[in-house]
Structures are given as C-alpha cells and as structure tokens.
C-alpha cells in the first residue's frame, strides 16, 4: 500500500507557473505507474498528466500538452507535475494517484485504473 501527499499549489496569475509535488510513502515506490488528475468545482474529475514506472513514458492531456512536464524521482519517492503558461481553466484541484504494476513502461489515464489516491493540492489561476 502507498500513501501519498501532494504540495505546491498555490494562488498564481495567468501565464505563470507552478510546480506540483507528490510525495508517496513506503519503499516499494518504483512499483507503481503515477498519474496526475484535476477537478474543478462542478465538473468530473479529469486526467491531467500519465507516468510510467520507469519514467520514460508519459502522457499528457490536450489541454495541458505542451504546458506540462510529469517527472518522478524515484529516490525521493517523490512524483512532479510542473505547469507553465497557466490559464484560468488551469483552476482545479489537483490530485496525484498511483497504480501498482508490472509493466515499466506503461502509463494509464482513467480514474479506475488508479489504486490510490492523495487529498489533492488547490491550484487557482486569476485573469
């Protein structure tokens, strides 16, 4: 089992950036594939960023692609989301969540996939 807790969110204007982290407890932090999620006030909770065991393959949702670098340093057990040029949209709850498996080079995008979950980290983003 992991426990896992995100960091860094923040208050930030458009077109700034922030950088998210998510700390997992328990030595068997290479095991598991990570993904990064959001949810608005309203709205379901979406896939924002995937992750492989290995770190080498990743993938991003549309609307971040290009704006967003997921990298995990398996030392620290510890799992980044950086956010650049943020827009409004960008405003959400951002949530980190794990998937123990096999594989070290796949990653996975849906809710159900995902075994554990953090309590999520405010992002809020002003015109």
């Known amino acids: 089992q992991v426990q896992l807790v995100e960091s860094g969110g923040g208050s930030v204007q458009a077109g700034g950036s922030l950088r998210l982290s998510c700390a997992a407890s328990?030595?068997?932090?290479?095991?598991?594939?990570m993904g990064w999620f959001r949810q608005a006030p309203g709205q379901q909770r979406e896939f924002v960023a995937a992750?492989?065991?290995?770190?080498?393959?990743?993938y991003y949702a549309s609307s971040v692609k290009g704006r967003a670098t997921c990298s995990r340093d398996n030392a620290k057990n510890t799992v980044y989301l950086q956010l650049n040029s943020l827009k409004p949209e960008d405003t959400a709850v951002y949530y980190c969540?794990?998937?123990?498996?096999?594989?070290?080079?796949?990653?996975?995008?849906?809710?159900?996939?995902?075994?554990?979950w953090g309590q999520g980290t405010q992002v809020t983003v002003s015109s």
């Open positions: 969540a794990a998937r123990s498996t096999y594989s070290t080079d796949n990653y996975y995008t849906t809710t159900p996939q995902y075994q554990y």
């Open positions: 328990g030595r068997t932090f290479i095991s598991y594939a």
């Open positions: 992750l492989s065991r290995s770190g080498g393959s990743t």
